[in-house]
């Protein structure tokens, strides 16, 4: 299973931009899904990731900014992103976490290639 992640780009500060996520295998089972990001000589850190059942979490420096979306059936994830700050500048990546069964259930990660987002001042 792969990840395609499409929707980075460059904008100012206080501008949108909407990340999508497509698993390449609509059939696969996939528990948490979501998206990470690394800024320039940053740690990789959450931005925000939900269930299948719907349970979202969101990191604490996009709260209020970001909203994650998710088609179940489709395998897809989405993150619309408001207001925009130079600090928000990072590559991107999507995530899930496959759900695999040989005997038992577990669960394999899988990421994205990343996509840049550069938000200037």
């Known amino acids: 299973v792969q990840l395609q992640a499409s929707g980075g780009g460059s904008v100012q500060a206080g501008g949108s931009l909407r990340l999508s996520c497509a698993a390449s295998?609509?059939?696969?089972?996939?528990?948490?899904m979501g998206w990470y990001r690394q800024g320039p000589g940053k740690e990789r850190e959450l931005v925000a990731d939900t269930t299948a059942e719907g349970s979202v979490n969101y990191g604490d420096s996009v709260k209020g900014r970001f909203t994650i979306s998710r088609d179940t059936a489709a395998n897809t994830v989405a993150v619309q992103m408001n207001n925009l700050k130079p600090e928000d500048t990072a590559v991107y990546l999507c995530?899930?976490?496959?759900?695999?069964?040989?005997?038992?259930?577990?669960?394999?990660?899988?990421w994205g290639q990343g996509t840049q987002v550069t938000v200037s001042s």
């Open positions: 995530y899930a976490g496959i759900q695999l069964y040989a005997g038992h259930w577990y669960t394999k990660d899988v």
């Open positions: 295998d609509r059939l696969v089972r996939i528990g948490r």
